[in-house]
């Protein structure tokens, strides 16, 4: 495998960048997937300045299963409208006391070259097991059905030899990295894990080690011979963005990544990881519990509730004017200075359903303030709205509230 470790276990709209690359791909643009997977496979939020503007190169020409790409080469051209990643009517289906259920459940979204996706939701939404099943990472047992494609390659129909060469291409970064890491190994061995799995030569490998680890703020002197748990939380985040970065990633998934970090640090890493984003012209899935964190690093935002999208658009619609329900109670979780500005009322209503017995028709009715008969009813789809986003709700806020003239 390369650098993915095996198995570790409302405030106004801020603006995209001039420079942003297209933040709405089309999955009607996309290329036909003819592959069904049906694989078994093996805290507060921080005050963080938002994204510098990024100039993402243009997508690199497709590379097949070649060889590693070299981060510090120059990108060659192509067409900026192929996405860097498509996943189409993803299902992930686990087993609980001898019960299967839909963890994720026909979520379909595609990543520009360069942009940054957020990917929100409650703990148990299934934003980890979408990251995971992208990187091909589900644990066994676990079936899936959709498609993820890289390049317009459905990555379950690779062999094992060409999965590892495409993960030095997309990469995984998770929300506890010490438990990602062999506690063995030097820092510089575990940056250069990826790497030697790939058999460059060493001289390239401690080329690319130093270069990682100078795009994270550290210096190959400063963590020579220095094992992890030398090194803080925030310095750990670093190092495991740096072993991502050796391989000259073009995405990476990044799991809550400052979950378990202090504010403070929480900032740093955020500001780090839109530099890199900028520098490299890198793709990011910024997974979050917290919308206020992933305001600040996405352009465009999808909302997860048990296990589908309700809602997803540009990060200035929908924090702007949020139509989902569901996402008008995440932002009301986000503290403001001012209680009088909260969008609805803060009262949040029962608990998640149990995934073994999704209510009937939309999942979210029997927390949703706008219910009606109809919710019970049909399952809502999402649909495109006036604000620009799309919403799976029958009611949404951008329409006319239910039962008005
Ligand atoms: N390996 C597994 N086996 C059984 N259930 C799992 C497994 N991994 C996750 N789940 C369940 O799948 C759902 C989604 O989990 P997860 O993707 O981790 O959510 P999130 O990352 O949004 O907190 C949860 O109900 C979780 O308990
Ligand atoms: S479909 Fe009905 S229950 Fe579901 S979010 Fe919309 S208004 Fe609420
Ligand atoms: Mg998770």
């Known amino acids: 495998m390369s650098g993915v470790p095996a198995q570790p276990q409302a405030r106004s709209p ?36 938002p994204l510098p503007a990024s100039s993402p190169a243009a997508w690199p020409a497709s590379a ?63 934003k980890t097991t979408i990251g995971r099943a992208i990187l091909q990472l589900l644990p066994q047992g676990s079936t899936v059905e959709g498609a993820v494609l890289h390049e317009g390659v459905a990555l379950n129909t690779l062999s094992a030899a060409a999965l590892r060469a495409r993960r030095a291409r997309l990469q995984m970064i998770f929300q506890d990295p010490v438990s990602s890491f062999n506690p063995r190994r030097a820092v510089e061995e575990i940056v250069a894990e990826g790497l030697a799995i790939q058999g460059l030569p060493r001289a390239e490998r401690t080329r690319r080690v130093e270069a990682a680890l100078a795009d994270v703020g550290m210096s190959r002197e400063a963590v020579r011979g220095r094992r992890p748990h030398q090194f803080s939380g925030g310095q750990c985040q670093r190092i495991a963005i740096a072993r991502a970065l050796a391989v000259g990633p073009e995405l990476i998934v990044c799991d809550e990544p400052v979950a378990s970090l202090d504010v403070s640090v929480q900032a740093q890493v955020i500001n ?30 999808a909302v997860l509730y048990l296990g589908r999208i309700v809602e997803i ?93």
Request: aromatic letters at 4%.
């Open 313 to 405: 658009g540009t990060n200035d619609a929908l924090y702007a004017r949020p139509a989902h329900p569901y996402t008008r109670m995440l932002l009301d979780a986000v503290p403001v200075p001012d209680a009088s500005r909260r969008l609805v009322p803060a009262a949040v209503p029962a608990e998640m359903p149990s995934r073994l017995a999704p209510p009937s028709g939309c999942r979210f009715r029997t927390r949703c303030p706008r219910a009606q008969s109809l919710c019970a009813e049909a399952e809502p789809q999402l649909r495109p709205v006036p604000a620009g986003q799309q919403v799976a709700c029958h009611f949404p806020h951008d329409e006319p509230a239910p039962g008005a003239a």
């Open 64 to 126: 097949g299963d070649a060889p590693m790409p070299d981060p510090s080469a120059p990108a060659p051209s192509a067409s900026p409208a192929q996405p860097v990643l498509l996943v189409r009517d993803l299902t992930v289906r686990f087993e609980r006391g001898g019960r299967r259920f839909n963890a994720v459940d026909g979520v379909s979204f595609a990543v520009a070259p360069g942009e940054t996706l957020g990917l929100v939701g409650e703990s148990g939404s299934g």
């Open 14 to 49: 801020a603006p995209l960048p001039a420079s942003a690359p297209p933040v709405a791909t089309p999955l009607a643009a996309m290329p036909p997937v003819a592959t069904s997977l049906a694989a078994t496979t093996a805290a507060p939020s921080p005050t963080t300045s």
């Open 272 to 301: 780090l990881l839109g530099d890199i984003r900028a520098r490299r012209a890198l793709a990011l899935i910024f997974i979050s519990h917290d919308l206020a964190v992933v305001r600040n690093v996405s352009d465009r935002v």
